[in-house]
């Protein structure tokens, strides 16, 4: 009799693995507009577990060279800068496009370089002669000239905030042509040239704004810095390096948005603003306003952010409202379809900065871990008939009291595990522990190094494929039993590693990135929509 299990005609089977991970695992390709985008949104020019800063930068030039669509890179670097958040990408997907497409180019420039910040990046990329000639294009210059003549004075002002390159370099190369004696002022005020050397204009040509600014930084007092203050509106910090008590720090962090003082908060604390219980009550009633939290989207990954870093002097209130902003934030969080399985990856290389090694004093505390932790609570938060499975080679069982607040519950997840990866364990012990219940999608949060199947190392799952494919086809087969037609899997990825343990297919999505964007994304597919990474970079209208 014929081998049934081997010429079963009901039962697809898995793709093989046609690619092995970073940490030497069977793995699937990504095409190269994925692996684009998944280091786009995830990629930071650090050190990574699995890779290091100059790996990002080659895989950055080599995926560029392979993708022969020059609308694609200018909508990519969009994505990365105004839905992923990031701030390097973009910058140097623009550098790229510059190279190809200098008309294009132009058309998304001032949509990457949407602050000073980002414009000194992309000059120090320029500088480096990593994407070419170390000097200005004369496409490039003319995109560098527009943007200096055309930003507002306070765009201006707070772009010459920082070094190495300072905005003063950028002009000197740049070379803009004033439009005006205002902006031949500025630029030469910025440059540090004599003002003789301004003409025709003068030292009276500066905007009012600049002039209130050198006032304020040549006051002889407190009281003075404090006069000037109350007419003066400028970014925070240009006002630091010169304030001369806590009391003028005090009127800087009434002029500070809530997102800056969420930011700020050791810096407050520092300069003795959080010493008064006045300045704490209002800082506390900002960082926790409801209207603002939802108005300027802020998710529970900031706060949890803020949380770790404040300094252990740091007033209880203020620790306290963090937690309560970051339950307001779960707001922004999308209810999902219906309940999910969140397989949490709480392996060794979790452990590594969420936004790669920077060297001392310059490495995120926050750890890929917490930020998958943090992901799974805020879905369980919107989503409480959901389940949540950490894993590294082991699935836990997590213990989760669902009165906890957001931050603790992340912190406790966080805690699990620390050993090898097996990616398959969450469908796995879905499988196992809750066979009787009904599951929309499986959402795995990892860095997808997985390397470990059924107990071996390097082992693969039927026919070749990964474990997480062989387990997801059980999945499947008994979320059907119980009436699910369309179980979805979904895969988001933290590191940009290039590959993924489930190919891309109508029920599998693969995303990369920690960003608001992600929730919107996964949200829809598990919805039904058609919603995917690349459709979701190629959306955007230009």
Sequence with gaps: MVNKSLFCSTTAQPPAADTLNLAGGAAYSLSPKHQLAQLAATGTFAGTYYANAQSQLDSLLQLVEQIDDNVYLAKLAVYARERANMKDMPAALLLALAKRDPQLMHRVFDRVVDNGRVLRTMFQMLRSGRFGRKGLSSSLQRAYQRWLNEASVGKLLSASIGNDPSLRDILRMARPTPVDNARRALFGWLTDKDPAQWAPATADDLPREARQLIAYRRADSAEEQMQILDALSVRWDLLADAAKSPLVWKAIARQMGSQALRMNLNTLARHGVLDDAEMVEYVAERLANPDEIRRSRQFP?????????????????????????????????????????????????????????????????MRCVDVAALFAAAVLRRNPDSVVIPFDTQAYMADVDPGDKILSLSARLAQYGGGGTDCSLPLKAANERFPQRRFAACVLVSDNASWQYAGYAFATGAHGATGVMTEWQAFVANQRRLGVAHPKLVCIDIQPYGSTQAPESTDILNIGGFSDAVFQVVSSFIGDADNRFVAEVESIEL
């Design 301 to 365: 990954y900031q706060f949890l952010a803020a949380y770790m870093n404040v300094g252990a002097a740091m007033p209880q209130r203020i620790k306290t409202v963090l937690h309560d902003a970051a339950e307001i934030a779960c707001g922004n969080v999308p209810i999902l379809p219906g309940p999910v399985v969140i397989g949490l990856d709480v392996s060794g290389s979790m452990s590594s900065a969420a936004t790669g090694n920077r060297g001392d004093g310059a490495t995120s505390s």
